[in-house]
Structure formats: structure tokens, C-alpha cells
């Protein structure tokens, strides 16, 4: 039996796939038993290294940084989205002064790494006369520059792919170019490039970490914090394992989300089953033929 891309595979290739699947399996649990070895051997499971997080006020704190995490990730994706649909539909104009302009900006923020531009904005902008840089603005302000910038280019390359019928039929039909943009090509590109659009916004997320370089007291700040207590002999892999639970805990939940508002989006429509009369009194035939 073959396939219109490929031939279906034989019973020698099923065993020979089924081999290489056990193979990795194995693999990947004998390096999972080496690396839980090697913390067992250094000490890192002792009682005294987990007593530290089994505080009441320790926990309270993680949560505390949870929470300032997740705070800057919501400000900075929703700022990141509107952003990014302002510069690519800036970028798709036919005037040349707004495209210009706007792809400019769009590689500058795409091009300046985070970290500096986090810390251009902590430490830069004070030093010109700009008060009120708190590292929550900074943060959320550097997120909101860097990821919108690249959700731009992925909303610009969504709408690139709608075929051009579909905007010169809505001309055809009187709509102006503002309609057409956010009737009918925003909401397909978005659609489209949904597991894109998902991806960045997992990336944001874990961005947030490097704001604990600016002293913004978010989770990798409170885990870094905790890990270098001296006297419960540094638990900085304890402290590791908990916190990159929390962040792989987040970053499941979102793709969780992601998948289900996909699936929602490309649930195609019910269609009724029984015609709506184009004519008003005008009704339908039954299968005698009569109205």
C-alpha cells in the first residue's frame, strides 16, 4: 500500500522504527538515571538542601515571584500583539513614509538584544533625565519593543499568504482598505499563523527571566535568591527544579490554551440543514413536492 507522499512502510521497516524507538527510550532514561546518579552522589537530594522550601514564607515568596512573572508576561503579550498588528500594517501601506519609517523601527528592536535593551531602558533612559524607570516598566516595555517587532513580521507574513482575490473581491464591493485590513485579512493571518503567533508568546514568557539582571523581583530572581543561602548548603539545583517546574508548569497551561483557542478557530461553522427562503413567504419543497 503506498500514499500520495510516501510508501507505507513494510514489516521490516515497522520492526526496524519499532527497535529505534526502544533504543531511544532507553537512551534517554539511562541519561536521566546518570544525571539523578550524579545529584545523589553530590549531595543534592539531602534533607537539609528541601527543608529551606518547605518554609511557609519561602513558598509565599516563589508565589510572590510567580505572580510578578506572570504580571509582566500578560502587560508585555498583549502589548507585544497590538504592536505587532500596528507595525505590519504599517509595514504592508503603499506610502512609502509610513513603510519606511516602520521597517526601520521594526529591525531596530528586532535587532538589539534583550538584555541590552532591558538594560538601556533601566539604566540608559535615567541617565538623559527620563524619571519614573521602575524595572517593571522596563521590563514590560522591553518585552512589549522586542517581541512586538518579531510578531510583526509574522502577522505581515500571514497576510502575505491570503491570496490577493480575496482583498480585490472586498474592493470590488466598495469596502476601503482599513475594513479589508481588520475584516479580512487580519483575522485569517491570525488564524493562520496561530502556532507562531503561540510560540513567541511562550518565548515572552520565559523572557521575563531576564529581568532579574535589572533587580525586577520576578520567579529566576527569588530562585537565584533562595539558591544562595549558605547556611542550607547553597541549594541552587533544588531551587532550579522547583523554579523550572513553575516555568515548564506555565508554559504547558499556554500551550494548553493555544491548542484549544486553535482548534476553535478552525472548527469550520455549522450549516443548517434546512434552506433559509431567499424570498419572504417563499418556503421549501417536501419530498411530495409540495410547499
Excluded: H
Excluded at 529591525?107 to 527620563?130: C, D, K, N, Q, T
Excluded at 475594513?179 to 488564524?191: D, E, H, K, N
Excluded at 531551587?239 to 478552525?266: D, F, H, P, Q
Amino acid at each position: 500500500m503506498s500514499s500520495v507522499l510516501f510508501d507505507a512502510p513494510g514489516r521490516k521497516a515497522i520492526t526496524r522504527n519499532r527497535v529505534l524507538g526502544v533504543l531511544t527510550i532507553v537512551v534517554i532514561l539511562a541519561f536521566l538515571a546518570f544525571v539523578i546518579y550524579k545529584f545523589a552522589e553530590s549531595g543534592q537530594f539531602n534533607a537539609k538542601k528541601w527543608s529551606l522550601f518547605s518554609a511557609p514564607l519561602v513558598q509565599q515568596t516563589l508565589l510572590k515571584g510567580l505572580g510578578a512573572t506572570l504580571s509582566a508576561f500578560a502587560v508585555a503579550a498583549v502589548g507585544s500583539l497590538i504592536l505587532g498588528m500596528v507595525l505590519a500594517v504599517g509595514r504592508l501601506s503603499e506610502r512609502r513614509w509610513i513603510s519606511l519609517p516602520v521597517g526601520w523601527i521594526t529591525e531596530l528592536f528586532r535587532a538589539i538584544p534583550l538584555l541590552i535593551l532591558m538594560a538601556i531602558m533601566f539604566y540608559g533612559l535615567p541617565s538623559v533625565g527620563v524619571q519614573g524607570m521602575t524595572p517593571y516598566i522596563a521590563v514590560v516595555t522591553s518585552l512589549i519593543l522586542y517581541n512586538g517587532s518579531v510578531l510583526a513580521e509574522v502577522f505581515r507574513a500571514g497576510i502575505r499568504a491570503i491570496p490577493k482575490g480575496q482583498s480585490e473581491a472586498a474592493y470590488a464591493l466598495g469596502l476601503r482598505k482599513t475594513s479589508v485590513m481588520t475584516i479580512i485579512l487580519l483575522p485569517q493571518a491570525v488564524r493562520t499563523m496561530l502556532p507562531v503567533i503561540i510560540a513567541q508568546l511562550v518565548v515572552t514568557l520565559k523572557d521575563t527571566s531576564i529581568g532579574f539582571i535589572i533587580t525586577y523581583q520576578e520567579l529566576l530572581y527569588q530562585i537565584s535568591f533562595y539558591g544562595g543561602q549558605t547556611q542550607y548548603q547553597t541549594p541552587y539545583i533544588p531551587a532550579a527544579i522547583i523554579g523550572g517546574s513553575m516555568y515548564v508548569g506555565c508554559c504547558l497551561i499556554l500551550a494548553g490554551l493555544a491548542k484549544y483557542a486553535e482548534s476553535r478557530l478552525r472548527r469550520s461553522p455549522k450549516v443548517s440543514t434546512r434552506a433559509t427562503p431567499a424570498v419572504p413567504g417563499a418556503g421549501t419543497l417536501d419530498s411530495n413536492g409540495t410547499v
